[in-house]
């Protein structure tokens, strides 16, 4: 027979590794803990009746009609007798189209229309057919018109663009029709209808393809919408339904706050000659959410002001003639309590003796002295040295920096940083026109500005015209950018150590971390002067949820009302400069929220826009859009990341998302952000389109610096680097740092070689030849308050903002 060997098992047992799931838990290590548990439920004695398949259809048919009355309801609520009427915008898509020729045959669709015309321009439309009425407004057309186009876009129920047939198939939008829908679109197109105009003028057997030509263009934009044609008074009355009848699109910012665009604006001054403020009576239909007369009110291009009162006058417009001689008086619907209205103070004011040490008492001062004699001073002459030559020597030896500069940025990136430490007091508004020497061109713009640049290469004179219209400093500034933003993205935060000043002096604001995500950094650490004059929030989110809540069941003057708003303390010098400038005589009026006029820091999310292609320096001054604001910030930017501290962007570079940071006044989301740029010829350009994330003081953006060093000798896991440190005793100042390589190793400093900042560090593993040791420092920046609304300026504007640089200035000089 076979001899079998069997196997017997040894006293040692074979003990796999086991698997390593990192910080958290495996999920069978989960599933293992939850084994056999189930979750808590409510314990309820009631007794439990199976619904039967009548009752759950009953059910269901209970909730359909619930839901169908709330959009009933949301419908009944414009269009009304006792409603406002729908707000219609007239935006053509082209120059050359006439909005009124558009207006006209919405007029003459209904033998039963009738047509009035406010003071101020709105078009009231009533037709009895639909039992509905219509209010259109048309904003002035034409390149530097976008802001006045957006801000009555803003209030807006529907968006009536105008395209024409006339211009060819791919003509369906111009050059400023781009760019107004590129704007419109990031702040928020409300419930757009699309109307093609001329096509009966074309050769009737290409009217379907003309037509199906504009469709396909208009789907790539608006998906949802269906082309309508505009030449006929039966085409004009499909429009009209379309408008009345379909579902509206909420833009939450506006539909959060009460808002009134005004149809009749009149300003009372004061009965004191003496006195510059007046009342400003604004006169329209409320809408949004209800209006409370203690909060503020704002005016784009004026301010944030108080109201008095609200009244009720007559409606002008009603749909329903035989009525007229019902409520013909003036109704007072609510008064404010000077006790109870809403301060206008924006900033806090800080006591600078808070904290402070009290003044010592005569026995505090007595015990110093006497322990101050007990401390005996020791000057060590020289043997040989006279009592004259004896007092020459100090006592203590102070030793200075040279420069007197502090370490505030770094050497070769941050030069322009301290250029713009002296622009900060030069800050203007909107429609000053000064910008030529700070805006940076986009390749991409050149074709915008081919309106008054001639572009001809068949003779020389041409040539020189265009030269002369060029603007060659703005060129070589642009270069320049981008060279630096092309080193910044090729080396990153990395920086040379400078020779002739110790790196512990250069960076002794900047510290190291461990691990940028979970190393701590204390949020309210080393905070800069500014912090004392703003507000925050204990939590945002919940003070957020809680405003909004209160303010749609707040009981104050109700929105469909045809009300006037008495706005008291408006600046009769301020008004006069705000009419004159103003290209139309409408104005809009804004509810606030509470603390929406109080100052903090704001972060709002920015993503570049595809046409923008110059990258913007962190510091550069833009025009922020963000909800019913517009005003003038030079932001700083950070990654878009989780966690609690973000990495800090020197540029905001094309097809990039980034978070900007600045001073603003608090205002709750959600809102849209738009982020404009100032051409040579004082027109917007926008550059990038975001969100408003949070108004929170707390966000922690960390800049970082990169020190190089090269490996000399390399061993086993030791290396000798240099050219990182140029002295032995930056060397010991930065031992506690961790090093990283270009390849992915790390280690420490051991110890100091020579005299000449040569060092002895230790890896993780053995160095190739060609890498890099790098050392990451980290500092806290800070946003700059360079805030300044874009408001109509005055002489007296000016004076204020003159002595407010001033003030800054000695700031600044003060905490150098």
Not at 597 to 622: A, F, G, I, T, Y
């Amino acid at each position: 027979m076979a001899d079998h060997a069997f196997h017997r098992p040894g006293p040692l047992k074979q003990a796999n590794k086991a698997h390593k799931t990192g910080r958290h838990r495996s999920k069978g290590a989960i599933d293992n803990a939850q084994k056999g548990k189930i979750g808590l439920r409510p314990i309820s004695h009631k007794h439990k009746q199976q619904q039967r398949k009548e009752q759950r259809r009953n059910q269901m048919n209970q909730l359909r009609k619930n839901k169908r009355e709330e959009v009933l309801e949301q419908k009944r609520k414009l269009g009304g007798q006792n409603t406002a009427p729908f707000l219609v915008c007239l935006l053509p898509m082209h120059e050359q189209i006439d909005p009124k020729s558009a207006l006209e045959i919405l007029q003459g669709c209904d033998s039963e229309l009738v047509v009035e015309n406010s003071p101020s321009g709105i078009v009231y439309i009533n037709l009895p057919r639909f039992k509905q009425r219509f209010a259109f407004v048309t904003p002035p057309v034409g390149r530097g018109n976008e802001l006045i186009a957006l801000d009555y876009l803003k209030v807006c129920d529907t968006t009536l663009l105008l395209t024409s047939a006339a211009f060819g198939d791919d003509e369906i939008f111009d050059r400023w029709g781009q760019r107004i829908f590129n704007m419109i679109s990031a702040q928020g197109i409300p419930t757009p209808v699309v109307a093609l105009m001329d096509l009966e003028s074309i050769n009737p057997k290409r009217r379907s393809a003309a037509k199906q030509a504009a469709q396909k263009i208009i789907s790539k934009l608006l998906p949802e919408e269906k082309i309508m044609q505009l030449d006929t008074a039966s085409e004009g009355l499909n429009v009209m339904r379309r408008i009345g009848g379909q579902k509206k699109r909420i833009l939450h910012n506006v539909a959060n706050r009460p808002h009134l665009f005004g149809d009749v604006v009149e300003f009372k001054p004061s009965s004191d000659p003496s006195d510059d403020l007046g009342t400003l009576e604004v006169t329209g239909f409320l809408r949004g959410q209800s209006l409370n007369v203690n909060g503020l009110v704002h005016i784009p291009g004026l301010g944030d002001f108080q109201l008095s009162q609200v009244v009720a006058p007559p409606d002008p417009y009603k749909l329903d003639k035989s009525r007229d001689g019902e409520n013909d008086e003036v109704r007072l619907l609510d008064r404010s309590d000077p006790l109870k209205r809403t301060s206008l103070q924006s900033e806090n004011i800080p006591d600078p003796m808070d904290a402070e040490q009290t003044w010592p008492t005569e026995e505090e001062i007595a015990a110093s002295q006497a322990e101050t004699k007990k401390m005996k001073l020791v000057k060590r002459v020289p043997k040989g040295y006279s009592e004259y030559q004896a007092a020459w020597i100090p006592d203590v030896e102070e030793v200075e920096d040279p420069d007197g500069k502090e370490d505030d940025d770094d050497m070769s990136y941050d030069d322009d940083d301290e250029d713009e430490e002296d622009d900060d007091g030069d800050f203007m508004s909107c429609d000053n026109k000064s910008f030529e020497d700070e805006y940076e061109r986009r390749d991409s713009d050149t074709e915008e500005f081919q309106d008054s640049v001639s572009v001809a290469s068949e003779a020389a004179n041409n040539d020189e015209k265009y030269d002369q219209q060029m603007d060659f400093q703005e060129e070589r500034e642009t270069l320049k950018k981008l060279q630096q933003a092309r080193t910044d993205q090729l080396w990153p935060d990395e920086i040379d150590t400078p020779l002739d000043v110790p790196a512990r002096e250069r960076f002794q604001k900047y510290r190291g971390l461990e691990s940028f995500r979970t190393s701590p950094w204390d949020a309210k650490e080393n905070l800069p002067a500014d912090y004392a004059r703003i507000y925050q929030f204990q939590n945002f989110d919940r003070t957020k949820r809680r405003i909004l809540n209160e303010g749609k069941e707040f009981e104050g003057v109700l929105p469909g009302f045809y009300v006037t708003l008495h706005v008291i303390n408006v600046p009769e010098s301020r008004w006069n400069a705000f009419k004159s400038a103003q290209l139309t005589d409408n104005i809009i009026v804004y509810g606030m929220l509470p603390h929406e006029h109080q100052m903090c820091v704001m972060n709002v999310v920015l993503q570049r826009m595809p046409d923008s292609e110059v990258p913007l320096k962190s510091k550069e001054q833009l025009i922020i859009q963000c909800g019913y604001r517009r005003f003038l910030v030079n932001p700083i930017y950070s990654q878009h990341t989780n966690g609690d501290k973000h990495k800090f962007e020197r540029y905001f570079r094309p097809y990039e998302t980034v978070c900007a940071t600045f001073y603003a006044p608090i205002q709750f989301p959600p809102a849209a952000v738009l982020a404009f740029k100032v051409n040579p010829d004082s027109t917007l350009a926008l550059v990038a389109r975001g969100r408003l994330l949070s108004c929170n003081p707390d966000r922690i953006v960390l800049k970082r610096v990169v020190l190089s060093g090269h490996p000399m000798r390399i061993n086993r896991k030791s290396a000798s680097i240099r050219y990182m440190f140029f002295y032995k005793e930056d060397v010991e100042y930065f031992k506690p740092v961790k090093l990283r390589t270009k390849c992915g190793r790390l280690g420490h400093i051991k110890e100091s070689l020579g005299t000449h900042g040569h060092m002895k560090c230790y890896f993780d593993g053995q160095l190739r030849s060609y890498d890099t040791a790098f050392m990451y420092l980290y500092k806290r920046v800070f946003p700059k308050w360079t805030y300044e609304e874009c408001l109509v300026r005055t002489a007296e504007h000016e004076r204020q903002h003159a002595s407010a640089n001033r003030r800054s200035s000695q700031q600044v000089a003060m905490e150098e």
